[in-house]
């Protein structure tokens, strides 16, 4: 490592306040996107990372005659089970950080938030 500084011309001082500074940024940006999350969704749909303030793509998702057709999990949501979304968002609130299966905590409604102007 020491070579490679050196090769490089990076005085010593100047490697460690890039690194200090480096770890800094990546703090707060994980700080910033924590504060996205989970704020305007019930507690039991999300965990630190499961519901994202971004809307979904409306293409996840098919409208059919008794509910919403979720595409990635082959399920079908009825209209009656659906949750209101507090914008005009579709929001789906997934297992592992948005990448796994949709929530539903038992004794509720699954974590799918459909606006009231499609419900």
């Not at 999350?37 to 039991?44: D, K, L, N, Y």
């Not at 579709?90 to 297992?95: A, E, H, L, Q, S």
């Not at 948005?98 to 938030?113: A, D, N, Q, W, Y």
Request: proline share 7%; glycine share 10%.
């Amino acid at each position: 490592m020491n070579r490679l500084i050196n090769a490089l011309g990076i005085e010593r001082g100047s490697f460690r306040l890039f690194g200090f500074l480096l770890a800094l940024a990546l703090i707060v940006m994980a700080g910033a996107v924590q504060a996205q999350t989970r704020e305007p969704f019930p507690r039991s749909c999300c965990g630190e990372y499961d519901c994202l303030l971004h809307p979904v793509p409306r293409t996840q998702l098919e409208r059919r005659e008794d509910g919403w057709w979720l595409k990635k999990e082959q399920r079908l949501v009825p209209f009656d089970q659906t949750r209101r979304s507090r914008d005009d968002g579709v929001y789906i609130c997934r297992t592992q950080m948005g990448l796994g299966t949709l929530i539903h905590p038992s004794g509720e409604k699954p974590c799918l938030f459909i606006p009231e102007s499609d419900g």
